[in-house]
């Protein structure tokens, strides 16, 4: 059984989560935080969603015995191919994504625009799983969106490359040039890897168009829902811990989280994906229709 002090787990398939960890230690600073970052089996983008909902739920049962209030999936394939199924695996815990907040924040964005066009650069499992025409429709149908994939954009980031770097430059116009040149009235940033290059995205499509980081809008998605459920921490100035569980390189990890959280971290623990494994037993893929 959760309480207000149990802790916050947000996992991801390597170090883009952690953007929503920084985003979460803004809004609720006095909370502690478990981050797993799969970084043994990143990405997760090019995988097929059975073996992205395997990894996920290995994760989840990881943290079991921490009791943890909520698990935010802060990996937009992740949300996109497993949330879904994972809910109704785990009826009794809290778990949200970060595609519905994201896809919220796009459509107010765009105004009051009679047919608006939102721009989407994803990785290529979340623009074919459909995830955030879905959930934008839900919210404006008149709204259009289009696409981008962006596979070079994670192994980027994760190799740690800087924004002045030519390549990350020649990737990004890559991806961002047909959409501009669409005329798009918003930019959705459909990976939480992506905000770390958010003030040259910003800079490459222009002050008229908004760039939506689905990171900062999951933070207060996470915040709400802890609020209404009564399970907020309330411990003063506390400030909340941030403990780091990696699949490969801790070290690497170590170095490179800062440039995603502003701040140092001590080498996080490293969990062998063989661990994972042993958790238990696959369980049947549930339907999608008995997990809506």
């Known amino acids: 059984m959760s309480c207000p002090s149990s802790p916050i787990v947000v996992l991801d398939s390597g170090l883009g989560g952690l953007t929503v960890v920084r985003a979460l230690r803004k809004v609720l600073p006095q909370e502690d935080i478990l981050y797993f970052g799969d970084t043994a089996r990143v990405p997760y983008g090019s995988k097929t969603a059975p073996t992205v909902r395997s990894f996920v739920r290995q994760i989840i049962r990881f943290f079991l015995d921490r009791r943890p209030k909520h698990v935010v999936i802060a990996c937009n ?87 002045e770097d030519p390549l990350v430059r020649l990737a990004l116009r890559q991806y961002l040039l047909p959409l501009y040149e669409k005329r798009i009235d918003v930019l959705l940033l459909g990976c939480t890897h992506y905000p770390v290059f958010k003030g040259l995205i910003m800079q490459m499509v222009g002050r008229e168009i908004p760039v939506i980081d689905s990171a900062e809008h999951c933070a207060e998605d996470v915040a709400r829902r802890l609020r209404m459920s009564g399970l907020l921490r309330r411990d003063g100035q506390r400030a909340g811990d941030l403990r780091c569980f990696v699949t490969d390189d801790p070290q690497r990890f170590a170095r490179l989280a800062p440039r995603f959280l502003g701040f140092q971290i001590p080498p996080p623990t490293w969990v062998g994906t063989e661990e994972l494994y042993r958790l238990g037993p696959e369980v049947a893929e549930p339907s999608l229709r008995s997990a809506v």
């Not at 009051?112 to 995830?131: H, M, Q, V, W």
């Open 77 to 163: 394939t992740a949300t996109a191919l497993a949330l879904p199924h994972l809910r109704s695996e785990f009826a009794g815990l809290s778990i949200s994504g970060v595609i519905e907040p994201g896809a919220r924040a796009a459509v107010e964005a765009a105004g009051r625009k009679d047919l608006p066009l939102i721009g989407l650069i994803a990785t290529e499992a979340t623009i074919r799983s459909g995830a955030y025409e879905r959930a934008i429709a839900r919210r404006r149908m008149q709204a259009r969106l289009i696409c981008r994939a962006a596979p070079l954009l994670v192994p980027i980031i994760e190799e740690g490359r800087a924004m």
